[in-house]
């Protein structure tokens, strides 16, 4: 069965830093992809970022770059200089397709960005 | 382009009412999927839906049913709702079900919110 695993509920970090959000998943599926969404308190999933199994170099998006280490099965996403409004709740999603695609989500980090 | 358009976005509903939430899927998207998130639950995996057709399903009871119209807009029905009912409803679209590629990454609509009373 697959699983993602985000061990952090919550965490503060200040303006202008960077942060680093941790993100565990199992699988025994060769293919699937890393995704990260961002919800903020108005509700929206918004897409920030994807890695896939194959690919060979990190994810980089703007500000948000993803750690990934295929062999430990993490990909931890980094958020560069932190802004006020990166105050939101972030999910590690996986989609494999040994189980028809189906993402699986974390359960979420809670980071607020203080000035 | 536009996203992904759930409506309506906030709705209060008594217990035993049904309620349906509608969910328009971002052009040219064909798989529609559909979220609860509530405090406790986290997100939770409701149905998928491609070309019509329930693709994949999660463990929720049969009050809670969905479909998919040809023209891939979707609509997911609550019947007989209970106070655990309130919740965040998110829909989200994707090419189609199957990739796992970054061309099929999942768009999320601004959900709907529902309370049960």
Redesign the interface.
């Given at each position: 069965a697959q699983k993602i695993t985000q061990t952090q509920p919550g965490m503060f970090v200040q303006e202008k830093e960077a942060v680093t959000l941790d993100c565990t998943y199992d699988t025994s599926d060769p293919?699937?992809?890393l995704?990260w969404?961002k919800q903020p308190s108005?509700?929206?999933?918004?897409?920030l970022i994807?890695q896939?199994?194959y690919d060979q170099q990190n994810a980089t998006e703007g500000r948000y770059s993803l750690n990934f280490q295929k062999a430990r099965k993490s990909a931890n996403l980094v958020i560069s200089a932190s802004q006020l409004g990166d105050s939101a709740m972030y999910?590690c999603a996986m989609?494999?397709?040994d189980?028809?695609?189906?993402?699986q989500?974390g359960?979420?980090t809670q980071v607020v960005v203080t000035p | 382009k536009a996203g992904v358009t759930q409506t309506p976005r906030y709705l209060i509903k008594t217990r035993g009412q049904q309620v349906t939430l509608s969910c328009s899927p971002i052009s040219g998207h064909r798989s529609v999927s559909w979220y609860q998130q509530t405090p406790g639950q986290g997100l939770q995996f409701l149905f998928e839906y491609f070309s019509e057709t329930q693709r994949n399903k999660g463990n929720f009871p049969g009050r809670f049913s969905g479909r998919q119209f040809s023209n891939s807009r979707s609509e997911m029905n609550v019947s007989t709702l209970e106070l655990g009912d309130s919740a965040l409803y998110l829909c989200a679209s994707s090419l189609n079900f199957l990739s796992v590629g970054s061309g099929n990454t999942i768009y999320f609509g601004e959900g709907s919110w529902l309370t049960v009373v």
């Open positions: 293919s699937y992809g995704f969404y108005s509700g929206e999933m918004i897409f994807y896939g199994s999910f989609r494999v397709t189980s028809w695609g189906k993402f989500f359960a979420g | -």
